[in-house]
């Protein structure tokens, strides 16, 4: 099975930190994903990565940015939180496969807190 | 550029009760569609897929879903609805083919299961 592991299920910042969001993939998938989970809104693309060092933005990249320096680790990072980002943020990965054809399997996300 | 719309915000049905949660898309070719369901503070789950072929797709826990072309339609179904079924469920739709891997997810429908 696919595993998508997001290190932290709750966190706890105060505005101005700067705040780092891990997951990691166990399946060698290419692709992982960043995104934002809000109620009524649904899920927003923050950021995805295709290969390593490679990244590309979503629709609200503003205010973040990404690192995937290993194959299996995408980061999400908040430069400086503020409480307009206390969200819960999902991490998913998927396979440049074509019989896979972008199933997206996702961790447990990380909700967060900005106080 | 491809959405989804997921008309209800909220349904509520009775355990034993079957259910229906509709989902539109739009989209310039045949598309990928997926359903994803959401336990509380949990990730999103696959619950099934089409890709092509038959238009009539099962899922896991006795779900199915059918694709209508004519009406851009992909409505997920239950003949018996379960109170374990209380969730909310995402439908989404990625590009056939291609190098494009991200999906567009629709804002969810809340599912609440009375006893």
């Known amino acids: 099975d696919v595993k998508v592991t997001q290190s932290s299920r709750y966190l706890v910042k105060r505005t101005g930190e700067k705040v780092f969001l891990e997951c990691v993939q166990d399946?060698?998938?290419?692709?992982m994903f960043w995104y934002r989970q809000d109620p009524g809104l649904g899920l927003r693309l923050i950021y995805f990565s295709y290969d390593v060092k490679m990244k590309e933005k979503g629709d609200i990249p503003e205010g973040y940015s990404v690192s995937r320096e290993k194959k299996e680790r995408f980061s999400l990072i908040l430069e400086s939180a503020s409480t307009n980002q206390t969200s819960m943020y999902l991490c998913?990965?998927?396979?440049?496969?074509?019989?896979?054809?972008?199933?997206?399997?996702f961790g447990a996300g990380t909700r967060l807190s900005v106080l | 550029a491809q959405s989804v719309t997921q008309p209800d915000i909220h349904i509520t049905v009775s355990e034993g009760a079957s259910l229906e949660l509709r989902c539109n898309y739009s989209y310039g070719a045949t598309p990928y569609l997926f359903w994803y369901v959401q336990s509380p503070g949990q990730g999103l789950q696959l619950l099934l897929k089409y890709f092509s072929g038959d238009t009539l797709v099962q899922g896991i826990k006795g779900f199915e879903a059918e694709f209508k072309r004519s009406q851009s339609s992909f409505n997920l179904r239950k003949p018996s609805v379960h109170w374990s079924d209380a969730a909310e469920y995402f439908c989404?739709?990625?590009?056939?083919?291609?190098?494009?891997?991200?999906?567009?997810f629709g804002k969810g429908t809340l599912l609440t299961v009375n006893p």
């Open positions: 989404a739709v990625g590009r056939s083919g291609g190098s494009n891997y991200k999906l567009t």
């Open positions: 998913a990965s998927s396979s440049v496969n074509r019989l896979a054809k972008n199933i997206q399997y």
């Open positions: 399946m060698d998938h290419e692709n």
